[in-house]
């Protein structure tokens, strides 16, 4: 099969966030905490965290009842710096939602898929979807002419994007640096 997960990564958004934000010393972190990926996604938090010496704290949501609740708690003293969204099925169907409370909260936000920045997310980072859908087929191609899915190894993503919402970051009142604009695959203006 074809994975679009991976732990791997997730301290990429902490870095992308801290050369967004440099500024920022406490980062939230929203995602449901019974996510199978959970305890390695955080394993990868803490390390990247301990190297970017920032705080991180949990924002755990379950139920769209624990998202409004969730950034009320994040919006008490001491105030994050920024939101790091992971890819997760919850989060990836409540980007928008997550988005429009994150701008509301005015605390910016990094999602763990690109689809989060189009969603009015600061910026979104994680595997390309149309290069996962296109080995999706050519998976299925080799299935269908003999090859038995046993015999297949799981793929991890090898194409990942970043996109910048400069519109969200003119609304939160950021400049993104040059070099973080020129790195990215998207910029949404």
């Known amino acids: 099969g074809l994975s679009a997960q991976g732990s791997e990564f997730v301290g990429k958004l902490l870095e992308l966030l801290k050369l967004a934000i ?18 390695m996604v955080w394993r990868e938090l ?4 301990r190297a970017l010496r920032v705080a991180l704290q949990a924002a755990d949501v379950r139920t769209l009842e624990e998202l409004e609740s ?11 710096g920024g939101i790091v969204v992971l890819s997760q ?9 997550i988005a429009n409370l994150a701008a509301k909260s005015r605390l910016p936000a990094v999602f763990g898929f690109p689809e989060g920045a ?26 269908l002419k003999g090859a038995r899915p046993a015999d297949l190894p799981v793929e991890q993503p090898t194409k990942f994007d970043l996109i910048i919402n400069l519109k969200t970051a003119k609304a939160l009142g950021l400049r993104v640096p040059q070099p973080l604009l020129l790195r990215s695959d998207q910029v949404i203006e």
């Open 89 to 97: 099925p919850f989060t990836f169907r409540n980007s928008e939602q």
């Open 118 to 143: 189009a969603a009015g997310g600061l910026m979104g980072y994680g595997p390309n979807t149309s290069d996962i859908y296109r080995r999706a087929a050519t998976y299925a191609d080799k299935i």
């Open 70 to 80: 969730a950034f009320a708690a994040m919006t008490r003293a001491p105030v994050p």
């Open 46 to 49: 803490d390390l990247a965290a």
């Open 22 to 39: 440099p500024r920022a010393g406490r980062v939230a972190v929203l995602g449901d905490p019974g996510h199978p990926a959970s305890l």
